[in-house]
């Protein structure tokens, strides 16, 4: 096919990376196994870093943006997928060292690929996204080691109104466990609430500098901001505790003391959604399945066109979108 279609391309100009817009065909495309036409993609924070220029995310130029996309394949040398096979990609360097989802077509290699399951839409499994797959493993990841069960003690969710943030309360709620929402925006209490939320923390409380060991609330914790938010959750959680942490919103750096560690025997789960393994995708991919309010979904996302992008990364960065951004890469 040598018809083109367009893309939301990172090139660079002046030594410096620039987001922009480019008309591309199957041939640009990278010589991968996997020919998928992609339905839709999504909007991460990353995402946002790499189109408003405010993070160097893209390792190699030009760079097709987008770490997310969801689609059918039409073509494949891989005896693994056949044309017509519904998929899932999040990670694995898309938009850093990959092409990634913002476009009509992307060739992909085999092993980066998670079936679709049937309970989803390809709009829907990008309502879903980096996002709600990340929160997905954060759940796994806590109930795995032990430390939280249904009808037990709180699980925190910190950056709770953020796409982790949403589909981890929803996903914890639905399975029985009574979760607690930071948040700086009261605005946003309503729609937490309706997730699943029974409880809120302002997160200035959780922003201000702690002791090492505060008073024990949280059973778990799923924490998408670090720093010293991430310092002071692992300082509240309750003796045999464990904290899931996925993000840094708040920054890289992690001002805290050994002593829930070694006092408490509080564990510090770090949960990578870029290069993890596919059994623990299709963990993932399975329980959000089974626990996920497919209704809710669209109280979490809404769907905007492609060309809508360069504000929605400025946005998104600016911390004034909610819930998730499902992209429409036709539009």
Not at 192 to 221: C, I, N, Y
Not at 226 to 241: C, D, E, K, R
Request: glycine content about 12%; proline content about 5%; hydrophobic content about 45%.
């Amino acid at each position: 096919m040598s018809d083109s279609f367009r893309a939301m391309m990172i090139t660079d100009v002046e030594g410096k990376p620039k987001a922009g817009f480019a008309d591309i065909t199957q041939a640009d495309l990278p010589e991968h196994e996997v020919l998928v036409e992609i339905a839709y993609s999504t909007l991460n924070y990353k995402d946002g870093l790499a189109l408003s220029g405010k993070g160097r995310i893209a390792r190699r130029r030009p760079m097709v943006a987008g770490i997310d996309l969801a689609g059918t394949v039409v073509d494949s040398s891989s005896p693994d997928w056949v044309p017509g096979d519904k998929v899932v990609v999040n990670g694995w360097g898309l938009s850093e060292t990959e092409w990634g989802g913002y476009s009509r077509y992307q060739r992909l290699k085999p092993q980066w690929l998670t079936r679709l399951p049937a309970e989803f839409t390809a709009q829907q499994a990008m309502a879903i996204g980096t996002a709600g797959y990340t929160a997905a493993l954060c759940v796994d990841a806590l109930e795995r080691w032990g430390a939280i069960r249904p009808g037990g003690g709180e699980v925190l969710v910190t950056g709770a109104a953020g796409g982790v943030g949403s589909t981890a309360i929803s996903l914890l709620a639905a399975k029985g466990y009574t979760v607690t929402a930071a948040t700086g925006r009261p605005e946003t209490h309503d729609y937490l609430a309706g997730l699943g939320a029974s409880g809120f923390v302002a997160r200035t409380d959780l922003a201000e500098p702690g002791g090492a060991l505060q008073k024990e609330r949280w059973a778990g914790a799923v924490d998408s901001v670090g720093s010293t938010t991430l310092a002071n959750v692992l300082a509240q959680t309750s003796y045999g505790g464990a904290v899931a942490a996925c993000g840094l919103a708040g920054g890289m750096d992690l001002p805290a003391s050994v002593a829930p560690h070694i006092l408490r025997g509080i564990a510090l789960l770090g949960i990578d959604s870029v290069m993890a393994p596919q059994d623990k995708r299709a963990r993932a991919w399975a329980l959000l399945a089974a626990h996920l309010d497919k209704a809710k979904l669209d109280t979490i996302a809404r769907v905007e066109p492609m060309s809508n992008l360069p504000q929605l990364a400025e946005d998104i960065v600016a911390g004034r979108i909610r819930g998730r951004v499902v992209i429409d890469v036709t539009g």
